[in-house]
Antibody, heavy 113, light 112 residues
Framework: QVQLVESGGGVVQPGGSLRLSCAAS????????MHWVRQAPGKGLEWVAF????????YYLDSVRGRFTISRDNSKNTLYLQMNSLRPEDTAVYYC??????WGQGTLVTVSS | DVVMTQSPLSLPVTLGQPASISCRSS???????????LTWFQQRPGQSPRRLIY???NRDSGVPDRFSGSGSGTDFTLKISRVEAEDVGVYYC?????????FGQGTKVEIK
C-alpha cells in the first residue's frame, strides 16, 4: 500500500534553513505529482507547493515562493522541500501528499529563537 | 487566489442524525477539461487528513456510503446521512482547479 514518510523537521531559528524529505513506497513514484501541505498548530490546512512527476513544473504558495524549493529524486523515490529564510509563521506540521491525495504522517517544523 | 468559504465552522450533531457542510468558492471550479476539482477531506483528531470525496461527488474506496458530495460551479455540499461516533473530526473542502490550491477553513464535527 501507499506509504509516505516525512523526516527532517525540527527546531530552527528565524532566518535558518531546513530540508524536509518524504520517502515514498507502494506506488510508482515517478508517475505522480507530489504536494507539500502544512498545518500550523491548532489551525487549518495550507497548501505549500506541488511538483509534476518529471519535475518539469513547480507551483508555490506566494508566501513561500523564493524561500522554499520543492524537488524530487525519482531514482530514490523521494520528495524534498528545501526551506530557507524561515520565519516564525512557517511553524507547522508539514505533510507530503501524493497527487491523488494519499498523505504522510507529517513532520513538525518549529521556527523560534 | 480562490477563496473557499465553509459553513458552519462548528457542527454539533446527535448520533444517527444527518449533517451537512457547505463550501463556496470565489470563482468557478470548472476546469477547461470540463471536470470540477472539488475535494473533501476528513481529519480525525491526532491523524493526518484523508480524502473522502473527489471531483465533487466521487467517494474514495473504503469511504462509507453515508458520506455524499454534491454541487456545481461555486457551491458544494458534503452530507453525512447518519452521523456515527467515528465521524468526529474536522472536514475541509479544497479546490484543485486553480493555482494555488486552496482549502476551506475547516468544519469541526462533534457529537452533542
Amino acid at each position: 500500500q501507499v506509504q509516505l514518510v516525512e523526516s527532517g523537521g525540527g527546531v530552527v531559528q528565524p532566518g535558518g534553513s531546513l530540508r524536509l524529505s518524504c520517502a515514498a513506497s507502494g506506488f510508482t513514484f515517478s508517475s505522480f505529482g507530489m504536494h507539500w501541505v502544512r498545518q500550523a498548530p491548532g489551525k487549518g490546512l495550507e497548501w505549500v507547493a506541488f511538483i509534476r512527476p518529471d519535475g518539469s513544473n513547480k507551483y508555490y504558495l506566494d508566501s513561500v515562493r523564493g524561500r522554499f524549493t520543492i524537488s524530487r529524486d525519482n531514482s530514490k523515490n523521494t520528495l524534498y522541500l528545501q526551506m530557507n529564510s524561515l520565519r516564525p509563521e512557517d511553524t507547522a506540521v508539514y505533510y507530503c501528499a501524493k497527487g491523488d491525495w494519499d498523505w504522510g504522517q507529517g513532520t513538525l517544523v518549529t521556527v523560534s529563537s | 487566489d480562490v477563496v473557499m468559504t465553509q459553513s458552519p465552522l462548528s457542527l454539533p450533531v446527535t448520533l444517527g442524525q444527518p449533517a451537512s457542510i457547505s463550501c463556496r468558492s470565489s470563482q468557478s471550479l470548472v476546469y477547461s477539461d470540463g471536470n470540477t476539482y472539488l475535494t473533501w477531506f476528513q481529519q480525525r483528531p491526532g491523524q493526518s487528513p484523508r480524502r473522502l470525496i473527489y471531483k465533487v461527488s466521487n467517494r474514495d474506496s473504503g469511504v462509507p456510503d453515508r458520506f455524499s458530495g454534491s454541487g456545481s460551479g461555486t457551491d458544494f455540499t458534503l452530507k453525512i446521512s447518519r452521523v456515527e461516533a467515528e465521524d468526529v473530526g474536522v472536514y475541509y473542502c479544497m479546490q484543485g482547479t486553480h493555482w494555488p490550491r486552496t482549502f476551506g477553513q475547516g468544519t469541526k464535527v462533534e457529537i452533542k
